[in-house]
């Protein structure tokens, strides 16, 4: 899907940081994503990735730094004033955080029955929102399961629905944080075939974070690698591939030989 690279950024990030203490976890994180554009985060586990999607998403708010969605900087908004910009976006969590008590069409619904937009609907919708809920299900290879409880499902399974329900309301923007990872290799490829789906049906803008190098590959226009805090590489995919650093290679290859050394990145050797 070609992109217009000129248009007005739909996410922008200018110099991140992200601290908890004295314990810095964002170093100045910059990038920006044009309308419908798949950016791909990869790095080592500690390294971030997950914090850099709450503060987007604007979980958690950044120590130094903007975002702008849309052009409109989020990170000094009130609560209320969050709640417009939250509701352009989906967030599928990396460990499927479903409601346990509720049912399967409870959790899907949720957004559209208790999210921001619920004063649009009414009794009578109730039946387009079981459509909905219908349509996702399908959409993710799980029909038919409206009733069960998160407890009855597969983490596979659960980690589905989470994606069906950030998918609900129809979001501008998604953020998915490792939403393969765990899954089998035909499960990952179809939920790949979503993500770009997804973007091809409504202009989606998405960020990925992903290990999976293939799926990488497949659905990213650009790809962030974060290291030590900062942007070690950030450009495509054909970049990517070409790249000398050795720090990029060893990543990407999986190679134990290299200046990558320990599973806990920058935190754990910063203390
Ligand atoms: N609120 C917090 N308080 C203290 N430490 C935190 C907090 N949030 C994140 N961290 C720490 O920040 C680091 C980055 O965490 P994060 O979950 O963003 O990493 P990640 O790249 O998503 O890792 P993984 O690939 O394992 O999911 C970790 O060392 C984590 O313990
Ligand atoms: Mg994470």
């Known amino acids: 899907m070609p992109l217009d690279f000129d248009a007005a950024p739909k996410?922008?990030?200018?110099?991140?940081?992200?601290?908890?203490?004295d314990l810095e976890i964002l170093k100045g994180i910059t990038l920006s994503l044009v309308p419908a554009e798949i950016l791909?985060?990869?790095?080592?586990?500690?390294?971030g990735k997950s914090t850099l999607i709450r503060n987007i998403a604007g979980l958690?708010?950044?120590?130094?730094?903007?975002?702008?969605?849309?052009?409109?900087?989020?990170?000094?908004l009130s609560e209320d004033e969050l709640i417009p910009i939250r509701a352009k976006m989906g967030v599928v969590f990396q460990y499927a955080a479903l409601f346990d008590s509720m049912t399967v069409y409870e959790n899907i619904a949720f957004?559209?029955?208790?999210?921001?937009?619920?004063?649009?609907?009414?009794?009578?919708?109730h039946l387009a929102i079981a459509r909905m809920v219908a349509q996702r299900l399908r959409e993710v290879g799980l029909p038919g399961i409206e009733?069960?409880?998160?407890?009855?499902?597969?983490?596979?399974?659960?980690?589905r629905v989470?994606?069906?329900r950030a998918l609900a309301t129809e979001p501008e923007i998604v953020l998915y944080d490792e939403p393969t990872s765990g899954l089998d290799p035909v499960t990952a490829a179809f939920i790949d075939d979503l993500i770009l789906r997804t973007r091809e049906r409504n202009n989606v803008t998405s960020i990925v974070v992903s290990h999976d190098m293939g799926s990488i590959y497949r659905i990213a226009d650009r790809v962030l690698m974060i290291y030590e805090g900062k942007a070690q590489f950030y450009g495509t995919v054909a970049e990517l591939k070409?790249?000398?650093?050795?720090?990029?290679?060893?990543?990407i290859t999986g190679s134990t030989e290299?200046?990558?050394?320990?599973?806990?990145?920058?935190?754990?050797?910063?203390r």
């Open 11 to 21: 996410i922008e990030v200018r110099d991140l940081h992200f601290a908890v203490g």
């Open 40 to 47: 791909c985060v990869m790095g080592v586990s500690g390294g």
């Open 60 to 76: 958690i708010r950044p120590t130094g730094g903007e975002i702008f969605i849309d052009s409109t900087e989020m990170s000094r």
């Open 111 to 125: 957004g559209i029955l208790r999210g921001p937009r619920r004063a649009q609907y009414n009794k009578s919708s």
């Open 147 to 159: 009733r069960r409880l998160p407890a009855e499902l597969s983490g596979g399974m659960r980690r």
């Open 162 to 164: 989470g994606l069906a």
């Open 242 to 251: 070409a790249s000398q650093d050795p720090v990029v290679k060893q990543f």
């Open 258 to 270: 290299g200046p990558i050394q320990n599973q806990q990145g920058h935190v754990a050797r910063k």
